[in-house]
């Protein structure tokens, strides 16, 4: 496993900006407290692991954070031995990590994991909380500060991909979706820079893209790409500059797809 692919977030750190825009918060707060499992659903960059770093600061807790993709096995989150100063010794996955210290573990997009990972799982997400370490022979009890939080896209599920019954019904869940338009204007200005005016444009923009989601486009635009947007804008570069880097070319490869996203960029701001 690569260092990118795991995160920490020490339980000093300043707590990122989240715009709450329902009862997001309280429902984390109170499958915290009820050491219940949480599974958050919902399309690319719509705040989800922002969320997920909001709460574990607001909350105290160390947080380890695990980019699940297709080479990501139930070792590279439990842990394996390896070969230090000349003799083996065991080292801890983030999982194990979070059950030994107490914390949050998030698995960013698990449906992208290799199957074996859901089966390491289950007996976290039960009323056992317990974590076996085969290769070490342990038995861990996940201490009462110690959460399980997974997300995955379920517009990109499909029968290879797809979280079992007996998995997703092990979660309390919550679905996620892109802030109401005033909320993400507010959100893109304050992570930019970019007067609310000017990104209230954008906002409106996105709206328009989408609409196109499930024709031309697999997906629609993020907040994160209208962060990205405003950014450039804000740091002088032209706005047509700025969409296509952000707003089109990371949304598809077809020439008449990006022009037509063009075309949308051109009414919008002239």
Request: charged fraction near 25%.
């Amino acid at each position: 496993m690569t260092l990118s692919t795991v995160a920490a977030q020490s339980a000093d750190q300043e707590i990122p900006y989240y715009d709450s825009v329902g009862n997001e918060c309280a429902m984390f707060e109170h499958a915290y407290a009820q050491r219940l499992p949480l599974l958050l659903k919902g399309p690319t960059g719509c705040g989800k692991t922002r969320f997920v770093s909001h709460m574990a600061a607001k909350l105290g807790k160390p947080l380890f954070t695990v980019s699940c993709h297709d080479d990501l096995t139930a070792a590279d989150l439990t842990g394996r031995y390896l070969l230090q100063g000349g003799e083996t010794r065991w080292v801890d996955g983030p999982l194990t990590r979070a059950v030994r210290e107490g914390g949050i573990c998030y698995l960013d997009e698990v449906v992208e994991a290799r199957k074996d990972v859901t089966v390491v799982l289950h007996p976290l997400t039960d009323d056992r909380r317990l974590l076996p370490l085969e290769r070490t022979g342990e038995l861990l009890e996940a201490p009462d500060d110690f959460m399980l939080v997974a997300s995955y896209n379920p517009g990109y599920q499909h029968i290879l991909k797809s979280l079992k019954p007996s998995t997703r019904q092990r979660f309390v869940a919550m679905t996620f979706d892109f802030p109401p338009p005033k909320v993400e204007r507010d959100i893109v200005a304050r992570e930019s820079g970019l007067e609310s005016e000017r990104c209230a444009a954008l906002v409106n923009l996105a709206a328009s893209l989408r609409a196109m989601k499930g024709q031309d486009l697999e997906e629609g635009i993020s907040t994160r790409l209208l962060v990205y947007c405003a950014t450039l804008i804000q740091a002088g570069m032209p706005i047509r500059d700025a969409a296509r880097a952000t707003l089109v070319e990371p949304l598809s490869d077809d020439a008449d797809v990006q022009e037509g996203l063009m075309e949308a960029v051109q009414a919008t701001f002239g």
